[in-house]
């Protein structure tokens, strides 16, 4: 399993950031039984400004956003692994032969100021981001009602599997 992770800004995590990476990837591939455990994940730790000029330039929104999403599976239906070929070059690393997962991006502005907001811990929010974006990348979304309901479902599910709690 392979994590690149990159912070544009100053900040310091209090915590370890690639063990988190790690125990969210793994908890979320084995709750949706992908069939593929080596993975690569990029992760950016960015600002709202940066975050909202790529918000910009690949949804055509012009602001600031939580976290981003950039899958690199366009999956028929979420979770579905069926087009994925083992080895295929379209979507295992030719060096490491891992899975790519896609790409996530994160506002550290946004996840403080939405810590605060909901009241629970910066480590907490940053877990949320990150697995509500592995999810995406595994086909997920929340355009509606049921989607949305179901996603949430998995995200809690994931969380408090490995105790990450509102009160932590």
């Given at each position: 399993m392979?994590f690149y992770?990159?912070?544009?800004?100053?900040?310091?995590?209090?915590f370890?950031?690639e063990e988190?990476?790690?125990?969210?990837?793994?908890k979320?591939?084995e709750?949706?039984?992908?069939?593929?455990?080596?993975?690569?994940?990029?992760?950016?730790?960015?600002d709202d400004?940066?975050?909202?000029?790529?918000n910009?330039?690949?949804r055509?929104?012009?602001?600031?956003?939580?976290?981003?999403?950039?899958?690199a599976?366009?999956?028929?239906?979420?979770?579905?692994?069926s087009?994925?070929?083992e080895?295929?070059?379209?979507?295992?690393?030719?060096?490491?032969?891992?899975?790519?997962?896609?790409?996530?991006m994160?506002?550290?502005e946004r996840?403080?100021a939405q810590a605060?907001?909901?009241g629970?811990?910066?480590?907490?929010?940053?877990?949320?981001?990150?697995?509500?974006?592995l999810?995406?990348?595994i086909g997920?979304?929340?355009?509606?009602?049921?989607?949305?309901?179901?996603?949430e479902?998995?995200?809690?599910?994931?969380?408090?599997a490995?105790?990450?709690?509102?009160?932590?």
């Amino acid at each position: 399993m392979t994590f690149y992770v990159e912070n544009e800004t100053e900040e310091q995590f209090e915590f370890n950031i690639e063990e988190l990476i790690k125990s969210l990837t793994l908890k979320v591939l084995e709750s949706e039984s992908v069939p593929f455990k080596d993975v690569t994940l990029n992760v950016t730790f960015t600002d709202d400004e940066s975050i909202r000029e790529i918000n910009r330039d690949f949804r055509e929104i012009d602001k600031a956003t939580d976290v981003l999403s950039f899958p690199a599976i366009d999956f028929p239906s979420a979770g579905d692994f069926s087009l994925v070929e083992e080895g295929s070059a379209d979507y295992f690393d030719p060096d490491t032969k891992e899975l790519i997962l896609g790409d996530i991006m994160i506002s550290l502005e946004r996840a403080h100021a939405q810590a605060e907001e909901y009241g629970h811990s910066f480590k907490r929010e940053i877990a949320f981001l990150i697995t509500h974006s592995l999810l995406h990348l595994i086909g997920y979304d929340h355009m509606t009602d049921e989607e949305r309901r179901v996603m949430e479902g998995k995200q809690e599910a994931v969380l408090q599997a490995l105790n990450i709690t509102r009160e932590n």
